[in-house]
């Protein structure tokens, strides 16, 4: 580094050199440099793990503010989230962004998980990306589930009460599965515990680890190319570097994106329903949240008994297996190179994804 | 330790013409050693995760809940003012019960944990029918028998007992 002298003195880049010769900056821009992005006419479904993360940051920083009035007990819980929505300055907008924004997050990895299945990005070496993606939405549904419960209102006991009953039907551990998350047989203060450290502390590490070894990966890796464009001749494919040129463009998305989230977020506010009451009857028309629609749909399908197996617990195996299937058949069609079975994981995936939808639009008539 | 033997191994096949035979050999105690080295870790391994497992797993595992049974009770209302087609949802002790007054003109109580995941059924009037908005289920309002849906078992009874002033009891079965 020179001395500043009167004549030179640019105070940008000295302040730049000083920080360089600490931290490699220039080193991790040229990385990121690196790497580059295809350009061609799927490009748009690169910018939805972007969005994804965008939403992380949104839940963590109003999950964070939200702690500030929050107040995790049974029967205090309540009043405290009613006091964010009536009297809490702007409480009501950190609330209603935690809450939409939940549901936003999810659909966005649900988009990007579909977006990567059918672009065959899983294959190899990217399975751990997809390995990973997917722990990713696994967690970001255990949040919803968890979160779901924190405002006891009516509609998030019972949510809870049937989800925990639900996991009590797996063959085997299914009872003592429900104990142990309950924390007795009943829902009560010690769920809201446990629902509660698992919702603010040991999902939010989980997450960050995973993502940190997902962005890692795909950081090394580069981003992959749909089969159709890799069989276009050299000359016709382009790219362009990630940075800067498609890290501009992803703060843009992610601009015109969180406008519209504000729109919604503020038109809508997030609504609280009454109060629970442990001996009322289950409020008629109650459905869980629309990502958990399509096995609640698929639980009410099957009937009460099956030969001599209860419904449920056929349900279960079956609901298990379907969703288990996604870490293994892009697992199967790693190499890419058996036709077969990259015909059979295409076709599985359409309908995979025709199932999920048809079932969760059908939950929610 | 590794450089110390790496360099006496390069030593001996250096002077030794048959060097094959004791790169092989080197090979073999190389392997014994994985070997050993992969039961240790294993072994610590194990280790760790009982002394660390135990504690944690004992630590969260929930205490047997003290369960408030409650064998009996009176029910808030008399049954003058609970007339035929009436029904309510109450707590008999910590389970949520159903009381009925039925169109039969009998009273009939159930605990209201409905027998399929584990939702609080109530009594739907105008269908005559005791309902589980859950996932529909249906059971006879008269008997507690499942009759539509997914509930693989009927509702657990109760009893009530009238007495001669209309006071009501609840009981257990
Ligand atoms: C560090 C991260 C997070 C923290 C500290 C946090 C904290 C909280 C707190 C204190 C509440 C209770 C207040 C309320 O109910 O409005 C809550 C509710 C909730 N959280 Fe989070 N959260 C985090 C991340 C997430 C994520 C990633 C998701 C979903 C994918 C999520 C989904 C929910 C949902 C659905 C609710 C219920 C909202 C409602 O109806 O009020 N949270 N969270
Ligand atoms: S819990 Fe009652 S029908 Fe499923």
Same mark, same amino acid.
């Given at each position: ?46 910018? +939805? ?35 964010? %929505? +009536? ?27 579909? !977006? ?55 063959? =085997? ?11 007795? !047989? ?6 809201? %515990? ?6 603010? #502390? ?7 680890? $995973? ?30 570097? =990630? ?49 958990? $629609? !399509? ?12 030969? =001599? ?21 892009? #697992? ?20 995979? =994804? ?12 | ?14 002077? %030794? ?42 630590? $969260? ?25 009436? !029904? ?25 944990? @409905?027998?399929?995941?584990? @939702? ?11 309902? @589980?908005? @859950? ?34 009891? #609840?009981?257990?079965?």
């Amino acid at each position: 580094m020179s001395i500043p002298t009167l004549k030179n003195l640019n105070i940008v880049q000295t302040v730049v050199d000083w920080l360089d010769e600490r931290v490699p900056l220039k080193a991790a821009v040229e990385f990121a440099g690196h790497k580059e992005v295809p350009v061609h006419k799927h490009s748009i479904w690169y910018y +939805m793990g972007g969005i994804a993360a965008l939403f992380m940051g949104i839940q963590f920083a109003t999950g964070f503010l939200l702690m500030f009035h929050y107040v995790p007990t049974f029967e205090g819980a309540y009043a405290s989230v009613q006091a964010i %929505n +009536m009297q809490v300055p702007f409480g009501w907008l950190i609330r209603s962004m935690h809450s939409w924004g939940a549901n936003v997050f999810i659909l966005v990895l649900f988009i990007h998980m579909f !977006s990567t299945y059918f672009m065959k990005a899983y294959r190899a070496p990217r399975e751990f990306t997809w390995l990973s993606g997917l722990g990713l939405v696994g967690i970001a549904m255990v949040f919803g589930f968890t979160g779901y419960m924190l405002p006891m209102d009516e509609i998030a006991y019972f949510a809870t009460k049937v989800g925990v009953d639900v996991a009590g039907e797996s063959p =085997f551990i299914g009872p003592y599965l429900a104990e142990f998350v309950r924390g007795g !047989s009943e829902i009560g203060q010690v769920t809201m %515990n446990r629902f509660f450290s698992l919702h603010v #502390i040991a999902l939010p590490l989980a997450m960050m680890g $995973l993502f940190g070894l997902h962005a890692t990966l795909i950081q090394l890796q580069g981003i992959s190319e749909p089969e159709s464009i890799q069989k276009l001749p050299k000359a016709e494919r382009k790219y362009e570097k =990630f940075f800067p040129d498609f890290f501009k463009k992803d703060v843009f998305v992610w601009f015109a994106v969180f406008v519209a989230f504000m729109l919604v977020v503020t038109m809508k506010p997030w609504g609280l329903g009454p109060q629970v009451d442990p001996a009322a009857m289950a409020p008629i028309g109650i459905k869980p949240e629309w990502y958990f $629609l !399509s096995q609640f749909q698929a639980l009410k399908l099957f009937p009460a008994k099956i030969l =001599f197996f209860d419904g449920v617990h056929v349900a279960m195996v079956f609901i298990g297996t379907v969703f288990g299937s996604l870490a293994v058949v892009p #697992i199967l069609d790693s190499t890419g190179k058996i036709p077969f079975i990259s015909k059979f994981a295409t076709v599985y995936g359409v309908i995979f =994804f025709i199932g999920w939808l048809f079932l969760t639009i059908w939950g929610s008539l | 330790m590794t450089t110390e033997q790496d360099s006496s191994k390069t030593n001996e096949s250096q002077n %030794n013409p048959q060097g094959d035979y004791n790169l092989d050999s080197a090979e073999v105690s190389f392997g014994r050693r994985a070997f050993f080295g992969g039961i240790l870790a294993l072994g610590g391994g194990l280790w760790a995760l009982l002394v660390a497992g135990t504690p944690i797993l004992s630590f $969260l595992w929930p205490k047997k809940s003290e369960v408030v049974t409650v064998t009996e009770m009176t029910f808030e209302k008399n049954l003058k003012d609970f007339p035929v087609g009436e !029904s309510k949802n109450f707590m008999f002790g910590s389970i949520p019960a159903l009381l009925i007054h039925d169109s039969n003109g009998k009273l009939s109580v159930f605990n209201a944990k @409905c027998s399929h995941l584990g @939702c609080t059924v109530g009594y739907q009037k105008d269908k005559d029918v005791i309902y @589980c908005a @859950c996932h529909g289920g249906t059971y006879d309002p008269n008997t507690g028998k499942n009759i539509a849906g997914p509930p693989p078992a009927p509702l657990k009874p109760l009893v009530a007992d009238v007495a001669a002033d209309g006071t009501i009891t #609840i009981k257990i079965a």
